[in-house]
């Protein structure tokens, strides 16, 4: 007798285990979940927390590899740890750093998505991820994979928006994004209460105070940018809500999916922007 193979699939909304052919999930009701559209290894990494986390952190290491490699001979070297293998500012303009000088010299203003993903220092995006790292899975769980990258994203944009409007001249680096899981987790611990709403808010209410010591002890630090970051995410975390409140519904994973894929084409456009500027200068 021949035996039949039943392929199944994890649903690309809850994740539960059904057949390929189900035309609605019995469990959450999507429609048609097996769907190449739906059920493909972009949806199921940007469902998986721990995915898109790594996604982060190597293209934060893929750029700061490539503002190295474009900065030549102009790389940093100093006895100062802060600014050890530092990248040219000439490479990091090319690729994407931002401030009043970028933005209002050469209109550049994907530079408050692209600043996101420099950083001036091995150091510099060593502290960033270890952070992000840090805080990832407690944002997973209270707000969702696809809220996450939200926070990240918008929450990023909005720090550096707040750092260009108070002057900054110059500036780069994840701890604006980072800072908007901050400010979001500061929300949740806040509004959700309770015995671990009080230890969450408590947490990270530490780790804020310890962010801007360290930013007004250490030269250089923005903490118009953090500020802004941390403002974003409080923002963010109460328009977006929390699992407790509401689950991640299509319209996060609309954005979502917006937000990963505005970052990709700001990304790319960074490249070619610092690789045409190369060629036409060595032209």
Not at 51 to 62: C, D, K, P, R, S
Not at 204 to 219: A, D, H, M, R, T
Request: with cysteine; proline share 4%.
């Amino acid at each position: 007798m021949k035996q039949v193979k039943r392929n199944s699939i994890l649903c690309p909304n809850c994740r539960k285990l059904i057949s390929a052919d189900e035309r609605i999930c019995p469990y959450c009701s999507m429609l048609r979940p097996g769907s190449a559209l739906k059920n493909n290894p972009v949806i199921r990494n940007m469902a998986d927390a721990r995915q898109v986390t790594l996604a982060v952190i190597w293209i934060n290491a893929v750029m700061y590899v490539i503002s190295l490699l474009v900065s030549g001979p102009g790389i940093g070297f100093s006895m100062n740890p802060l600014e050890t293998l530092s990248p040219s500012s000439e490479s990091l303009i090319l690729l994407g750093a931002t401030g009043t000088y970028p933005i209002n010299t050469f209109g550049l203003w994907w530079t408050l998505l692209s600043a996101n993903y420099l950083h001036g220092s091995v150091l510099h995006i060593l502290f960033n991820m270890l952070m992000f790292w840090q805080l990832t899975p407690l944002v997973a769980r209270e707000y969702g994979p696809y809220r996450m990258v939200i926070l990240y994203t918008l929450g990023g944009i909005a720090g550096f928006a707040v750092s260009y409007a108070a002057g900054v001249t110059f500036t780069i680096g994840a701890s604006a994004a980072v800072c908007s899981l901050v400010g979001s987790l500061l929300y949740f611990g806040k509004s959700r209460g309770g015995l671990y709403g009080q230890a969450v808010y408590k947490q990270i209410s530490g780790w804020v105070i310890s962010l801007f010591l360290f930013g007004f002890l250490v030269p250089g630090i923005n903490n118009w940018g953090h500020g802004g970051g941390i403002l974003g995410g409080i923002i963010l975390g109460r328009l977006l809500g929390y699992n407790d409140i509401l689950k991640e519904k299509s319209v996060h994973k609309t954005l979502a999916f917006l937000c990963a894929g505005g970052t990709i084409l700001v990304l790319v456009w960074a490249l070619i922007h610092a690789g045409l500027y190369t060629f036409l200068r060595g032209a």
